[in-house]
C-alpha cells in the first residue's frame, strides 16, 4: 500500500516563516493529516546534512504513515530542498529553531521523531528542547539512523587537514568532496563553532521515551562505533540498538527500509 491508495490523504504542501529580519526564511512543509481511526502521535521525519523530504526514506516514512493512518510531517531545513535561506548560514541552533517552529506549527499532542544522520542530532537537541516546556507535543519514540550527533566535534574536527584547518581560519569555511552529490560539502566556522554550543554527548540524555537506533557497519561517514558510543549517554532511556553487517550510510535499500518500518509500526499499539 502507498500514498497513491489514500488520495484523500495526501500530504498538503505549505509553509512557515521562521525568524525574523534578515533571519527570516521560508520553510517548506509537507504535512499528512491522522486520519479518523488512526493513532494520535504524528511522525516527524528530520533529514541529514544536505538531504531534503524527498529522499527514499522520507518518502518511505510518509507511505508507512499512510499505511498506519497517523499523520507524517516532512519538512526542508533552510537552504536545503525547496526551503528559502543559504545553505551557508545554516548551524544546527538554525536548524533546530526550524524543526521546533515546524512542529509547533502542526499543533500535534505527541509525536515520534526519525531523524536520519545529522537529523539524528537535531531529534536529540529537540526533545531536550520540548521536554523543558510546561505543555506542547510530547515525544513518545525516537527511531535514529546513523545518527551523527555532534559530528562536527567528534566526527569532522579530529579529522582536519592543516590546509582545511587554514581555510576555516582565513576563509571562514572549507569544503570536501560528497560521494553522494558532484557538489562538494561546505563546512564553515559558524557550523563548527555553533556544533560545539549544540554538543549532547556531554552527559546523560534524557529523551523520556524509548529509543530505536539503526546503524550500519560499513558506513563509511558515521562509523559504528559513534552509534556505540551514544549508547552510552542514554542509561535512563529503553534503547535498541541494530547494527547492520552490510550497511552504508544511506540505509536506503528495500531490507533497510523494511528495518525502518519494523522500528516505526514496534512504536504503535497491534
Known sequence: MTNADHPQDAPTANAIT?????????IAIKARPARDGGPKAALVWLGGYRSDMEGTKAIALDALAADLKAGAIRFDYSGHGVSGGAFQDGTISRWLEETLAVIDAQNVDEVILVGSSMGGWIALRAVQELRKRTNGPVVKGMVLIAPAPDFTSELIEPMLSETEKTSLAERGYFEE???YSPEPYIYTRALMEDGRANRVMTGIIETGCPVTILQGMADPDVPYAHA??????LPADDVVLTLIRDGDHRLSRPQDLDKLRDAVVA???S
Open 177 to 179: 568532496p560528497s560521494d
Open 228 to 233: 556505540l558510543k551514544l549508547v552510552e549517554f
Open 18 to 26: 521562521v525568524g525574523a529580519g534578515e533571519a527570516a526564511r521560508t
Open 267 to 269: 512504536f504503535f499499539p
